[in-house]
């Protein structure tokens, strides 16, 4: 069974960073698209990056510019560096595994973290 647990969210004030980290077990990233969700209150749940299994890189235009997605093939971890934080991105961040050459249909989601940002 695949398994995922972020780490690193918290209160950053607005132009901060923060780096959200995602663990894996039970499962490689061979095999998978991996990327990062986010879902803030009164808001539809909005994929912000993506790691495709081509290995391509996509991000959502609202954080393009401003984070960067990586991984750790060999430690099975995911991260999200989430520089220049404005007031719209507080959320809960998810991790997630999609089958497929991209994060549209998730097929495995972390906990969530939560990002809040001071203004």
């Known amino acids: 069974e695949v398994h995922l647990v972020e780490s690193g969210g918290g209160l950053v004030q607005a132009g901060g960073s923060l780096r959200l980290s995602c663990a894996a077990s039970?499962?490689?990233?061979?095999?998978?698209?991996i990327g990062w969700w986010r879902e803030a209150p009164g808001k539809e749940r909005e994929g912000v990056s993506c790691?495709?299994?081509?290995?391509?890189?996509y991000y959502a235009d609202s954080v393009k510019g401003r984070f960067t997605v990586s991984s750790d093939v060999a430690k099975n971890m995911l991260y999200l560096q989430m520089n220049s934080l404005k007031p719209e991105d507080p959320a809960v961040y998810y991790c997630?595994?999609?089958?497929?050459?991209?994060?549209?249909?998730?097929?495995?989601w972390g906990q969530g973290t939560q990002v809040t940002v001071s203004t």
């Open positions: 039970g499962s490689t990233f061979d095999d998978y698209s």
């Open positions: 997630i595994i999609a089958y497929g050459d991209d994060c549209i249909d998730a097929t495995y």
């Open positions: 790691i495709s299994l081509s290995d391509g890189t």
